[in-house]
Structures are given as C-alpha cells and as structure tokens.
C-alpha cells in the first residue's frame, strides 16, 4: 500500500465467518478436483426460505415503476415507518410515533456501528455480553471506544448477572449491548428481564441497546424492551426483517427509540447513504403485515430442524437445550481440549470439518464463556442436516 492503514483498524480483525467462508471455498475447490461433495455448511444464520409471496410481488411491481429508482427520503417512506410501528403495536404492545421514534435501517448490523459513532466518544466505555455478537465488541473497538465485558452463563440462564454488574466499576459506561432471545445461546427473554435492564440503565445513566431480531424464530411469544415502564428513557431497540420473514440478504431493518436518539442516529446515517431503495421499502410494507399463520409455518419447520441438530449434537456428546430459541442450536462439548492454545469448541468443529467436510460454528468467536461451546444454524433443509449427520458418523 502507498499509504499506512488507519490505527482503528489495528483494534479488529476481518469478520471471521468472512475469513471462514474464503477457506471453505478453496476446500470446496479441492473437494471438486477430488470428486468430493463440497462441505456442508451449518454455521451461519441465513434463512433459506422464501419471503412472504406478497413482499417478493410488491418488489417487482415498484421495480417496473420508471419513479421508483431514484434517490429515497433518508428517513424512509411514509408507509415502511407506519408498518413498522403498527408491527410493533400488534405483536409487542409497544406504540411508537412513525415520524420521529422509528428509523429504517439497511439491515440492522448496520445501526450498531451508526449506534457507536453517534453516541460514543474516544475512551467511553461499552458493556458487551460474552458470549455475544462479535460486531458489538468490533463496533465499540472502531471508534476507540473501552470495551467492558459482562459474563452471561449457563448457570445463570445466560442472562447478565446483576449482582456482578452492580459491583463493577460503572464510571465512563455509556452504552449497553444485549441480544434477546439470546445468540448465540438461544435464551428467552422475558419481562423480569427487561424490567432489571430498564431498572440498571436508569439508574446508572446507561443506554441500554437491545438488539431483537430473533423474537419470533421458535418463540410464541414475542417481547420488546420497549415494552417496559420507563423504557423510552434509556432504551433503543434493534429490528429486522432478515430472520422472521426470510428476507436477510434484502437488508431491511430498523432501530426504534425517543425522538432525541432517533435524530443523532439519522445525523450520522445521512452522512452514510441515500436512502434505501423504493421498491425495498414497498416490499417490507407488505412482509410486515403477516399474520400468526406465517409464523406458525416458520417455526414449525424450525421446531422439525431443531430436532435433527439435536441428534448431531447427541452424536457428538454434545449438551444442549432442546427448547432454545432463535435459530440456532448452543451446546456444550463433552471432552477438554489436549492441544495448547485451542478451545474444546474449536478442536471439535475442525475434526468435523476437515474430517467430515461439516462445518460447525466453535463457540470462541462470540467470546472466551464460549470456548467450550459449538453452534449448529438451523438456516440448512432437514435433508442436508441428516446428510451432515451420517458424515459425521462416518468418522467417529
């Protein structure tokens, strides 16, 4: 390079599923020029499945419109804003102003970096779960932020322990970060949940960043932190479209919030982009407004995949919670590692992959209470999950 790289960039890595990907693509490569099938890929949450028909017919209707491919609102369209709110009026009880509380996002992984540079300073402190998304922790690190981890485990439900919290060094804590139902442990939430979260902000003076895309995914009932008394006076929360309606690579999501957080929210954004292409937006009006009976569908061909995931982790001796939500499987291997430096998690999920051609998520990525862990997407047709399963017993 003619130039150095700025130094932020030194705090983080290129995204692992980015690296992994690359390395599965040379093996598959390999594989083919030996006759192999390619490996089987069970560690990342992309929903295979159509979206709604309606959405998919509202794309391609705007698509043909000659006005629909100019330069949008920054703020978003009139009606994507109303159908947020009223989704969240019929599935979480939460009314939220279209005009001023709701802001589309282009998906929403991309709000925790927009989160990050409109509300934290050099040196500011961000509690960031562990086990937990690892964009929280290299959101925080790009804009030099201090990241403070807080443990979620097993034993405590992998909800945060308060108690603990409360004894941490608080001073300079600005943000929050939490993900519920959990991932990637699959964890509920609940309402005594959000209720000590919305408690330990206001009274700490924390915002608290809840991110929620996993309510409906093998949940019957769908919870938001907005939900709470006194919420609005220190909570965000986090939405898309890509996991509960099969629309990720469609990059449609949102962040709900006061008025005040919206507006610092959009002062970065417009710096960002220029508004989210028209007949997106139409298309998530329409997903928007499906019904118990799209869900109920959903989740019972999750429930089906949960079950064959299940019965990989049982070859395996793999421990697990077999009503988790969200759309992975979390389960704890049974045998410590005998190599230095490589977690139990890691040295299982390359035995299968290298040996088997599955790959399987090690639970180090999301953090060190992850070491002994491994993470089954359930994003893969229950055929390919028994085809994964009789791999794997070939080689144990």
């Known amino acids: 390079m003619i130039i150095s790289p700025a130094h932020r960039t030194e705090s ?9 990907l690359k390395e599965i693509a040379s093996m598959n490569a390999a594989r083919e020029a030996a006759g192999e099938e390619p490996v089987i890929n069970l560690g990342i949450g992309s929903p295979d499945g159509m979206p709604p028909q309606e959405a998919v017919g509202a794309l391609c209707a705007s698509a043909l419109q000659p006005g629909s491919h100019a330069y949008q609102s920054y703020v978003g ?21 279209p005009k001023t509380e709701i802001q589309p996002l282009v998906g929403s992984k991309e709000a925790i970096l927009l989160i990050s540079l409109a509300f934290l300073n050099k040196g500011d402190k961000v509690l960031v779960p562990d086990p937990g998304y690892p964009t929280y922790s290299s959101a925080s690190s790009l804009v030099e932020a201090e990241i403070v981890t807080y443990d979620l485990c097993e034993e405590n439900g992998w909800q ?51 991110d929620n895309p996993y309510s409906f995914i093998l949940n019957d009932n769908p919870l938001s932190i907005l939900a709470q008394p006194g919420a609005r006076d220190c909570c965000l929360e986090l939405n898309s479209l890509s996991k509960a309606h099969n629309m990720a690579g469609w990059r449609i999501g949102m962040v709900a919030a006061e008025a005040d957080v919206i507006a610092q929210i959009l002062k970065v954004k417009s710096q960002m982009d220029s508004g989210m292409f028209k007949p997106l937006q139409l298309a998530a009006v329409e997903a928007l407004k499906q019904g118990p009976e799209w869900f109920a569908e959903l989740n019972a061909e999750y429930a089906r995949r949960r079950v064959l995931a299940g019965e990989i982790f049982d070859l395996l001796g793999v421990k697990y919670d077999s009503s988790s939500s969200g759309m992975f499987l979390w389960g704890k291997v049974a045998v410590k590692s005998d190599e230095a430096g490589i977690s139990p998690g890691q040295q299982l999920s390359d035995k299968i992959l290298y040996e088997a051609g599955v790959f399987i998520t090690p639970g180090f990525i999301f953090g060190r209470n992850g070491e002994n862990y491994i993470r089954i997407s359930l994003c893969a047709k229950p055929e390919v999950l028994k085809k994964a399963a009789d791999r794997i017993k070939s080689i144990l």
């Open 12 to 20: 983080v890595q290129e995204y692992y599923f980015s690296r992994k």
């Open 77 to 97: 369209l009139p009606e994507l804003r109303h159908a947020f709110a009223d989704w969240y009026a019929r599935w979480y009880g939460v009314q939220l102003d």
């Open 160 to 210: 945060p322990d308060f108690d603990t919290l409360e004894q941490m060094d608080l001073s300079g804590v600005k943000i929050m970060w939490t993900n519920y139902p959990n991932m990637p442990t699959g964890a509920p939430a609940s309402e005594d949940l959000y209720a000590r979260l919305v408690d330990f902000g206001r009274r700490h003076g924390i915002m608290i960043c809840n």
